[in-house]
């Protein structure tokens, strides 16, 4: 016997024809990131699959919120460590002696 329902990738593909309009539509530089979002989606697949929900847009658009937070959760990691660096670097400039015209020296061979 076959299934009686789509498998969740073949609901998926069925949503993103559905909104293929809608793609078209969008500016060029937005399209690549509206194929981006169905890209989360796909990622997330088998445990959306797994889900069997009754509608399966909720499943995808939960996918895209799980990549979306993986995707801050990176950017925040990368701020962090910049502002690291940037304490550090203002550290070590306020340690570095000045000259008398207030520029820094190099440190002290005197």
Known sequence: MGRTN?????ALRAIRER??????????????RFDQLF??????A???????????????????DLEQEARLD???ERLDK???QLDE????LESTPLDEMGR???GSDE
Do not use: M
């Not at 088998?46 to 499943?59: E, K, Q, V, Y």
């Open 39 to 44: 890209e989360y989606a796909r990622e997330h």
């Open 104 to 106: 820094q020296t190099q």
């Open 19 to 32: 909104w293929a309009d809608f793609r078209r539509a969008l500016r060029s530089r937005d399209q690549p």
């Open 82 to 84: 910049l502002e690291t």
């Open 74 to 76: 990176a950017q925040e």
């Open 6 to 10: 789509p498998t969740y990738r073949d």
């Open 89 to 92: 670097l203002e550290d070590k």
């Open 46 to 64: 088998d445990a959306s699959g797994l889900l069997n929900h009754a509608n399966p847009i909720l499943p995808a658009l939960f996918s895209i």
